[in-house]
């Protein structure tokens, strides 16, 4: 485990942690392109919402919305938690947060619509990902909390 500490704080990030965030943003990334197959922006109301705030076109919202939040995020990745991990763990909890609800979202309207709706199949994959992160980060912290009693 690598702790950094820096004035009178410790952040914690490992190899383990850097790797599942990684992979929890190509899931992302992959769940963005299950939802456009989809269409999603036609089937579900606050998604063509918010597209429709970026572009007339909720297809072309929806693109820029993806393009620009997938890019920030392997962005993320690359300069912040591989390369500066004192910086990078409250963002990576609101990412958990973010991931939650996008998950409880699409369950919800699934089992409410009792079918298929895009983005269904890889919000369980995003599930896995994000209960991982979230132990990985708890029990980094409990270590971190036994180390600083000694």
Not at 19 to 32: E, K, R
Not at 76 to 98: A, D, E, F, H, T
């Amino acid at each position: 485990m690598h702790f950094v500490k820096v004035g009178r704080k410790h952040y914690i990030m490992n190899n383990r942690i850097r790797m599942t965030f990684l992979l929890l943003v190509i899931a992302q990334a992959i769940h963005a392109v299950e939802e456009y197959l989809g269409n999603l922006w036609e089937v579900y109301a606050p998604a063509k919402f918010v597209c429709n705030l970026i572009s007339p076109n909720p297809k072309t919202g929806f693109l820029i919305i993806n393009t620009l939040f997938t890019s920030f995020s392997f962005l993320y990745w690359w300069s912040l938690v591989q390369r500066k991990p004192m910086s990078s763990s409250g963002l990576i909890w609101l990412w958990i947060v973010l991931e939650i609800l996008n998950v409880i979202g699409h369950i919800s309207w699934t089992l409410y619509a009792k079918t298929y709706t895009p983005g269904g199949v890889t919000a369980i994959i995003l599930l896995i990902l994000v209960i991982s992160l979230f132990k990985q980060l708890i029990s980094t912290n409990s270590a971190l909390a036994k180390d600083n009693k000694k």
